[in-house]
Nanobody, 115 residues
């Protein structure tokens, strides 16, 4: 059974940093596509950052220059480093994986940014 387990969320003051982790189990190999999404209360789930199997990254404009997505294929994990956090970054963050023709979601981790 494939599982994606996120960690690293929590409470942080505006301007602070958090690092989210997503550890993958039940499937190995160089995954085709990895991403982080977020969903704020009352809003849809939106793409935040992504990285392809070839290492090409992409970010939504609102986090460009502040967030960094990375992958560690040896440990079957990927990360989202979030710096200079803003109030509007408050959301549940989900990791997402495409591999071997299937897609998988983590359970989500709450990030709350306070003033």
């Amino acid at each position: 059974q494939v599982q994606l387990v996120e960690s690293g969320g929590g409470f942080v003051q505006a301007g602070g940093s958090l690092r989210l982790s997503c550890v993958v189990s039940g499937i190995t190999g160089r995954h085709n596509y990895i991403a982080w999404y977020r969903q704020a209360p009352g809003k849809q789930r939106d793409l935040v950052a992504s990285i392809t199997g070839g290492g090409i990254t992409d970010y939504v404009d609102s986090v460009l220059g502040r967030f960094t997505i990375s992958r560690d294929d040896d440990n079957n994990a990927f990360y989202l480093q979030m710096n200079s956090l803003k109030l509007e970054d408050t959301a549940v963050y989900y990791c997402y994986l495409q591999s071997w023709g299937h897609t998988y979601w983590g359970q989500g981790t709450q990030v709350t940014v306070s003033s």
